[in-house]
């Protein structure tokens, strides 16, 4: 079964400082790789995901991600951050049938002022 | 609808009591999943269905809980006898196809606190 660690669980961070949250994967075969982030009393909101082809991915509100392979890593990143930018985030993984996605159990990046 | 609509938003409850929790997916998507998220915690699968095929059931936690979900549209999460440790946010998805290449849209969440 494919498992995905998030190894900050939380992440204090001062706001315009860039930032990275890291995940790995367990799975060694293709995968689908997504990031989420929550707002407090929300729901899930996909930032970025990666399928195929280039392994740099783009996502909303200024954010990427790298996929590397060999690592099985998938770690977010934003250049600079914003107040706006406190919330929970979820990185997940499936494979390229049906299952469903595994979430990690998230990392809480603080922006502070 | 424009997105995935899940009621109540809160919910409190007796132990013991049942529950029911509903989730109107985006017209369209074949595929609805719920999950649980624990306080301080990942999201934790429970039930995936799929068009007409049978759903998949694997991370149902144990006999207490169920789920229906009528052709592509409103699905029903019922816990019965609950239980304390059932205290969590359930979180409804959905998603246009059955490819895992879709990503998921999340309703807000039903908060639900066994007393």
């Known amino acids: 079964a494919q498992s995905v660690t998030q190894l900050d669980s939380q992440v204090p961070v001062f706001e315009e400082a860039p930032v990275e949250l890291r995940c790995n994967y367990s799975?060694?075969?293709?995968?689908?790789l997504f990031w989420y982030v929550q707002y407090p009393n929300q729901g899930l909101q996909l930032l970025l995901k990666y399928l195929s082809g280039s392994t740099l991915v783009k996502g909303i509100n200024g954010f990427e991600a790298e996929f590397n392979k060999s690592q099985t890593s998938f770690h977010l990143r934003k250049p600079s951050v914003h107040i706006s930018d406190t919330a929970e985030y979820f990185c997940a993984v499936s494979d390229r049938g049906n299952t469903p996605l595994v979430f990690g159990k998230g990392t809480r990046l603080s922006v502070i002022a | 609808g424009a997105g995935v609509s899940q009621s109540p938003s809160n919910k409190v409850t007796e132990k013991g009591k049942d529950v029911e929790l509903r989730c109107d997916p985006i017209s369209g998507h074949t595929a609805l999943y719920w999950y649980r998220q624990r306080l301080g915690q990942g999201l934790e699968f429970l039930i995936y269905?799929?068009?007409?095929?049978?759903?998949?059931k694997s991370g149902l936690p144990s006999d207490r809980f169920s789920a229906e979900r009528t052709g592509e549209s409103v699905s029903t999460l019922t816990i019965q006898r609950t239980q304390q440790e059932d205290s969590a946010v359930y979180l409804c998805?959905?998603?246009?196809?059955?490819?895992?290449?879709?990503?998921?849209?999340f309703g807000s969440g039903t908060r639900l606190t066994v007393v």
């Open positions: 998805a959905s998603r246009r196809g059955g490819g895992g290449n879709y990503g998921y849209t």
């Open positions: 269905f799929q068009g007409n095929s049978a759903p998949d």
């Open positions: 799975s060694s075969v293709s995968v689908y």
